[in-house]
């Protein structure tokens, strides 16, 4: 599953852009939204912003992530207790890192 996540833009540098969202901080191109500025919320996908959020818009999609966190228990897909969906197996094949 792929996520788009809402984080605000706090220094832009040329097609580069810090952003953050709940203390964690990152880096983004912003190629795909030239007229983002400092202090937009920018939907970011695998390191670019590919949409500019009003605040409201932004404020539902955090807070979805915060529910889905208290659901749960975070975004990783994989529930300790559930053995039956776990995803490693002894029978996997190998994978090669080159690839």
């Known amino acids: 599953m792929c ?7 706090t220094a ?33 996908h695998a390191g670019f912003a ?7 818009e932004a404020a539902e999609r955090l807070d979805l992530f915060t529910e889905l ?8 897909g994989t529930d300790d207790d559930d053995d039956e969906h776990d995803s490693s197996s002894a029978s996997a094949p190998d994978h090669d890192p080159r690839i």
Do not use: C, W, Y
């Open 3 to 9: 996520l788009a996540v809402p984080m605000r833009i």
């Open 12 to 44: 832009i540098d040329g097609p580069a852009a810090v952003i953050e969202a709940d203390g964690l901080v990152q880096h983004t191109n912003l190629m795909l939204v030239p007229d983002a500025k400092v202090g937009d919320f920018v939907l970011v």
């Open 50 to 56: 590919i949409a500019v959020l009003d605040d409201a």
């Open 69 to 76: 966190a208290e659901l749960g228990g975070g975004l990783s």
